[in-house]
């Protein structure tokens, strides 16, 4: 007996509400795992076993550890950049405040060397077949070295803060693309010292 379109309807919204529970299982299991050990020290078999799933579940869904923080990555972006709208510094303000909340899974991803996949998963957005596309990836560069610069260093300063000097950079950066002049100054060091005198 053949089931009927609203019944197989259901039945794959069910098979993606419960692979979706699958993957999230997989990627808690992994970070959980990751709080105690070296990434390299973590076999598929832990992570399985943590998140009590099948090894053919696991298989279904990944291929490796690094598919799982790819993925995690993946779901980051899209919960992040979903919502973005055309105010820029409102954009940025809403980007910190998922890094901040995300702050342990991203501290774990650069101890454990992955942090180029968060890089990777935002030049996934970009089409370079069309030999145009690739000047959409500038923002990602921003993105990803902010993100990764401001996590190593422990979250400095407050959000609005950190919103401004990144508003400030990115238009003194925008100056220094169109007029090819590259500024003395260390923003490193001015970040920092602007950040300690609060």
Same mark, same amino acid.
């Given at each position: 007996?053949?089931? $009927?379109?609203?019944?197989?309807?259901?039945?794959?919204?069910? /098979?993606?509400?419960?692979?979706? +529970? $699958?993957? !999230?299982?997989?990627?808690?299991?992994?970070?959980?795992?990751?709080?105690?050990?070296?990434? @390299?020290? *973590?076999? *598929? $078999? %832990?992570?399985?076993?943590?998140?009590?799933?099948?090894?053919?579940?696991?298989?279904?869904?990944?291929?490796?550890? &690094? =598919?799982?923080?790819? =993925?995690?990555?993946? %779901?980051?972006?899209?919960?992040?950049?979903?919502?973005?709208?055309?105010?820029?510094?409102?954009?940025?303000? /809403?980007?910190?405040?998922?890094?901040?909340?995300?702050?342990?899974?991203? @501290?774990?991803?650069?101890?454990?060397?992955? !942090?180029?996949?968060?890089? %990777?998963?935002?030049?996934?957005?970009? &089409?370079?077949?069309?030999?145009? &596309?690739?000047?959409?990836?500038?923002?990602?560069?921003?993105?990803?070295?902010?993100?990764?610069?401001?996590?190593?260093?422990?979250?400095?300063? !407050? +959000?609005? !803060?950190?919103? %401004?000097? +990144?508003?400030?950079?990115?238009?003194?950066?925008?100056? *220094?693309?169109? /007029?090819?002049?590259?500024?003395?100054? /260390?923003?490193?060091? $001015?970040?920092?010292?602007?950040?300690?005198?609060?």
């Amino acid at each position: 007996m053949g089931h $009927t379109d609203s019944q197989l309807a259901a039945l794959r919204k069910n /098979n993606i509400e419960s692979n979706a +529970i $699958t993957r !999230e299982s997989i990627h808690e299991a992994l970070f959980q795992l990751m709080e105690t050990r070296n990434y @390299e020290d *973590i076999r *598929i $078999t %832990d992570i399985i076993n943590k998140a009590g799933v099948s090894r053919s579940a696991f298989y279904r869904n990944f291929k490796s550890m &690094d =598919d799982i923080l790819k =993925d995690y990555m993946g %779901d980051f972006n899209e919960l992040v950049f979903h919502a973005f709208s055309r105010d820029v510094r409102e954009n940025w303000h /809403n980007y910190l405040i998922a890094v901040k909340k995300n702050r342990s899974k991203l @501290e774990m991803l650069i101890k454990a060397g992955r !942090e180029y996949l968060l890089l %990777d998963k935002l030049n996934e957005l970009v &089409d370079y077949s069309s030999g145009r &596309d690739f000047a959409r990836a500038i923002p990602h560069g921003y993105i990803y070295n902010v993100t990764i610069y401001w996590v190593k260093c422990g979250l400095p300063g !407050e +959000i609005e !803060e950190v919103t %401004d000097l +990144i508003m400030q950079a990115c238009r003194e950066n925008a100056v *220094i693309m169109y /007029n090819g002049i590259i500024p003395s100054g /260390n923003y490193e060091v $001015t970040m920092q010292h602007n950040w300690k005198k609060k």
